[in-house]
């Protein structure tokens, strides 16, 4: 994030100058004829690097690229997303592979249910004459849990991540690689599918410096029968300062427009926008949701036929517990990245177009040779009236059997749990209670009294300090802890969650814990359903339970503004985290999640105790 955030920064000067910057001017390329190739053809076809320059088929060709990732969009939407694409000007769909969305364990892989099944997304790309550029990993940022690595790579307390040195690390590298690289290798464009180029790695010059790391990746993939071309993809400066251009690939520029400076790294290989930015992301706590101004830089683009990805035509939504936390490079500062990653894009979270689409398209228009496809129909969106919840269950009903530990480790060392809830309880006397390592958000309780709340997010609203007073009196003291996204960004890959510090209790630290893992999944779901009325009502951590009855197929948006911080489902299906905190108050409900009748809500909060109404909408922004 420390790099994007620059970068943003670096956009928002460029476009006021680019109109006097020439350099963005050099190597036009002639435009695309209705007689090139297709990649729903069925033949197969060659993508090559010529003299700074694109090749298909052995003819001048110029990515026109948006990105997209499918396991942020429901899969009865695919089709549709892909063609707002297409119908916006574009020939190619760019998409991460989020290496944690399909091995949830060591060796325990799934990339064939609902949106894990990537290879058809692909073809359905193909199948609507789009190309394809694919990044599949095995880091790849993109504002997601761990930057795409798989958590269970921190429950080992000395990994070491993104380097070929360490063994296990490499090891998972191996496996993922395995398993992946049949069901790209069909999907190339030698072998007639419809993807051009594969990235490796991303963004390594934000975090190392060991271009044998990249080269290894590369040989990974030669040995799987993956053969490229391939690309990588940074800032310019990163990569002039770490000298990690791997000889032999395209180089993408993140956000950077200075091509001449980039061709004297990369030869007479390509330089492109591997990531132009016609938004950014959204963390809670800001004011707003941010908006960006491409519109000058992509015309620019287009003026002198370079080869661009648009990061993100369409963002989709970080579905669960997928939001990844963001930092500086110290590891201060962090924040958390909301649910919905909308990110202000051409193509909003729903898949309607936004004001910037219709600009965009007709700039794309008046560099295409032939007329544009119409604008396909945005799927159905419909709000509903308010409805009050009531508590159904309560989270101190449903603790396991707890383990006990001398002192404090992460979730993930303890329990082989990714993010959710841990509860440290211990019986104490004292008065002055200190807490540092919370990560991320603990509520405190004594005797089952709520006391304060900590937070590790970073924001003049919130209690960060972790310093609480307490009464002298022995206690049963209760530390309910819940995690945001693991951080993926910069060079902080040791997010581990929980309490990773310690508990001082005047000035000595509390040893000998009953600690109660509570990770959210369907399991806790389960037993929410199964639970008793709430033994303690007035105790925060509660569930609560509203019915909405629909009578239309359409999405929505459920607005959680009366709701302080926590959880939503509907009908079983976990939408993600609401903060009342801001900017995000309305999580987005696709339609297929939907049931026409009754449907049901659920939530557990973390500070209320009385129900309040959940309301319907139909955009994000109120």
Known sequence: MQRRHFLKLGALSVAGTLAADFRLRADALPAQDDHAPRPNDGKPHRFSFGKRQFLLDGKPFQIKSGEMHPIRIPPEYWRQRIRM???????????????????????????????????????????????????????????????????????????????????????????????????????????????????????YASYGRDLGYLEVLRQLWLERGIEGPFSISD??????????????????????????????????????????????????????????DFEPTLKQLLAAGRSFNLYVVHGGTNFGLTSSGISCADGGGFLSVTTSYDYGSPINEHGAPAPAYHRFRALLAQHSPHSLPEVPATPAIAGFDPVQAKPVASLWDLLPAPQKVHAPRSNEELFAQNQGMVLYRKRVRGRQLQLTGVHDYATMFTDGNYVDYVSRVVDPRLHTAG?????????????????????????????????????????????????????????????????????APDRPGLFFRAEVTRDVEADA??????????YLWVNGHLLGRYWNLGPQQRLYCPAPWWRKGVNEILVLDFHRTSGVPIGGATSLHR
């Open 85 to 203: 694409a297409k119908a916006m000007g574009l020939n190619t769909v760019s998409l991460y592979l989020m290496w944690n969305a399909y091995e949830s364990e060591p060796g325990v892989f799934d990339m064939t249910t609902g949106a894990r099944d990537f290879a058809r997304f692909i073809r359905l790309c193909a199948e609507e004459g789009m190309w394809v550029y694919l990044r599949p990993g095995p880091f790849v940022a993109g504002e997601w849990d761990f930057g795409g690595l798989p958590s269970y790579l921190l429950r080992d307390p000395s990994i070491v991540v993104r380097t070929k040195d360490d063994a296990r690390y490499m090891t998972a590298v191996r496996r993922y690689f395995d398993h992946v690289a049949p069901r790209i290798a069909p999907l190339l464009v030698a072998n007639g599918g419809p993807i051009l180029m594969l990235q490796i790695e991303n963004e």
């Open 235 to 292: 800032g310019l400066s990163q990569i002039q300062s770490t000298h990690t251009y791997l000889p032999g690939v395209a180089l993408g520029l993140d956000g950077d427009t200075d091509f001449e400076a980039a061709q004297a790294i990369a030869g007479d290989h390509p330089v492109w926008m591997g990531e132009g930015y016609p938004g950014w992301i959204s963390s809670w706590g800001e004011k707003d949701f941010p908006k960006d």
């Open 467 to 535: 310093k609480f007073v307490l009464d002298g009196q022995e206690r049963v003291l209760d530390l309910l802890i819940d995690s945001f996204g693991h951080i993926g960004n910069a060079q902080i890959y040791n997010d581990r969650k929980g309490l990773v510090g310690n508990a001082q209790l005047d000035g000595q630290t509390l040893l000998d814990w009953d600690v109660y893992s509570l990770p959210v999944d369907d399991a806790l779901l389960q037993r929410v359903r199964n639970a008793p009325s709430p033994s």
């Open 557 to 566: 948006y459920v607005d959680m503004s009366a709701w302080r911080k926590g």
